[in-house]
Nanobody
């Protein structure tokens, strides 16, 4: 069973940076992509970024150029470097893992870590 645990959330002022981490275990041979999603209060969950085992990455337009997703394949650890943070980035951030069928279909989720960006 895939288990994911996020860390690194917190509070930061607009323009600041945070780095989120996700420790993963229980991957099977079909788990070949990971990513991040986020959910603000009263909003639907929003996809943020994906990384595939072959290194391909993709980002939501709202974070492109500011966020960087990376993966340590040896330790099955995932990171999200967030720079130039804006108040609209405030949300609960979730680590996810899944399988690629052209795009990554997330099947497992962590508990989430809160990111709060103040003006």
């Amino acid at each position: 069973q895939v288990q994911l645990m996020e860390s690194g959330g917190g509070s930061v002022q607009s323009g600041g940076s945070l780095r989120l981490s996700c420790a993963a275990s229980g991957f099977t041979s079909s788990t070949n992509c990971m990513g991040w999603s986020r959910q603000a209060p009263g909003e639907e969950r929003e996809w943020v970024a994906t990384i595939h085992n072959d290194g391909r990455t993709s980002y939501a337009d709202s974070v492109k150029g500011r966020f960087t997703i990376s993966q340590d394949n040896i330790n099955d650890a995932l990171s999200l470097q967030m720079n130039s943070l804006k108040p609209e980035d405030t949300a609960m951030y979730y680590c996810a893992a899944g399988a690629t069928y052209g795009v990554c279909y997330f099947r497992s989720w962590g508990q989430g870590t809160q990111v709060t960006v103040s003006t």
